[in-house]
């Protein structure tokens, strides 16, 4: 069965430094998502991303963070400058369709990059 | 507001036993969907099942089942003869069908569910 691919699995970066997550959504996919999850906390959305432009993003997602499709497979999550604060799984997710009609398609999500900023 | 409640944070239930783990949702749209999904130690997100809006049909599948009922805004999952692998988080999560145009999911706190042999 397709499935996301998300790598590193786990990342370690001091404070400051910039880091890039990457995935690899599923092949027909064409809607991609970055979720976050603080460790003991519940799953928060980040950014969503349809047609090589953000189509939403949530207060979490400031100026230190971007995202970029640079090819036909990868969808990377870059943040500029981390904070401590920034520890914690990141989860990538793609579905085959979206919009208002198909959002109930369901999201498949790769198995996370846990960040760790010391 | 909290769009999902999962107001259990942890569960013990000893193998065999039926569990069932609450959801409650709140939105103002009329078209929306709703999920759950499985986080096992592993620390993966699995999803589950998913329901719409407009189909109150209960769903069976396997030892899994789902109640969704929109008069009390809940969507509760119930595991019947529960099993040592079902050991995970479960999450409940919410998708609004206006405004977040690409199912932007919200998800509640989570329910830890330990399953003892």
């Known amino acids: 069965e397709p499935e996301v691919t998300q790598t590193p699995s786990h990342q370690v970066t001091q404070m400051g430094q910039e880091v890039i997550l990457r995935c690899v959504p599923i092949?027909?996919?064409?809607?991609f998502y970055w979720y976050r999850q603080i460790l003991g906390q519940k799953v928060e959305f980040l950014v969503s991303?349809?047609?090589?432009?953000?189509?939403?993003k949530s207060e979490i997602f400031d100026d230190q963070f971007s995202v970029e499709r640079p090819d036909g497979s990868n969808f990377t999550l870059k943040i500029r400058s981390t904070k401590l604060e920034d520890s914690a799984m990141y989860f990538c997710?793609?579905?085959?369709?979206?919009?208002?009609?198909?959002?109930?398609?369901?999201?498949?999500f790769g198995d996370g990059t846990r960040l760790s900023i010391l | 507001a909290q769009k999902v409640t999962q107001a259990q944070t942890e569960i013990s239930v000893v193998e065999k036993e039926d569990v069932t783990l609450d959801c409650v949702y709140e939105?103002?749209?009329?078209?929306?969907?709703l999920f759950w999904y499985k986080q096992p130690p592993s620390g993966e997100l699995v999803f589950l099942i998913r329901?719409?809006?407009?189909?109150?049909q209960n769903e069976i599948s396997g030892r899994y089942s789902w109640n969704f009922q929109k008069s009390t805004s809940s969507f509760n999952f119930t595991i019947t003869a529960s099993q040592v692998v079902d050991s995970a988080v479960y999450f409940c999560?919410?998708?609004?069908?206006?405004?977040?145009?690409?199912?932007?999911?919200?998800f509640g706190r989570g329910t830890q569910l330990t399953v003892w042999p």
């Open positions: 997710a793609s579905s085959e369709m979206g919009g208002i009609i198909y959002s109930n398609q369901p999201q498949h």
């Open positions: 092949s027909n996919h064409l809607y």
């Open positions: 991303f349809y047609n090589n432009e953000i189509s939403e």
């Open positions: 939105t103002r749209d009329t078209t929306y969907y």
């Open positions: 329901r719409n809006s407009f189909d109150e």
């Open positions: 999560a919410l998708s609004e069908g206006r405004g977040s145009t690409l199912g932007r999911l919200y």
